[in-house]
């Protein structure tokens, strides 16, 4: 089976983009040092600079599943909501 790429967006406003970047970045440093995190990163939308963007590549479903598990995940993603404009997207593709 192949490794689980994980890719995501949230979007601020003027108000809001600094504490949605400081908590994105807490988060990827933390998930970086979890077993089976390959990569994790948060970039910032080159056309529009209060959307983020999340790139993740986890070993394996039950990694990613751990790391979804665990509180300061949880805690992330209520913080996304407090700050966003809409609701945070997500979506989880399996690669060969």
Do not use: K
Request: hydrophobic residues 40%; charged residues 25%.
């Amino acid at each position: 089976m192949g490794e689980i790429i994980v890719t995501g967006s949230v979007t601020g406003t003027d108000d809001t983009i600094d504490a949605l970047l400081d908590a994105a970045l807490t988060h990827v440093r933390r998930s970086r040092t979890e077993p089976g995190c390959l990569s994790h990163h948060v970039f910032r939308d080159a056309e529009d600079p209060n959307r983020l963007f999340f790139f993740e590549r986890w070993a394996d479903r039950a990694a990613l599943d751990a790391h979804f598990a665990v509180p300061a995940s949880l805690e992330f993603v209520g913080r996304l909501r407090e700050l966003a404009t809409g609701e945070p997207t997500m979506h989880i593709a399996t690669t060969t």
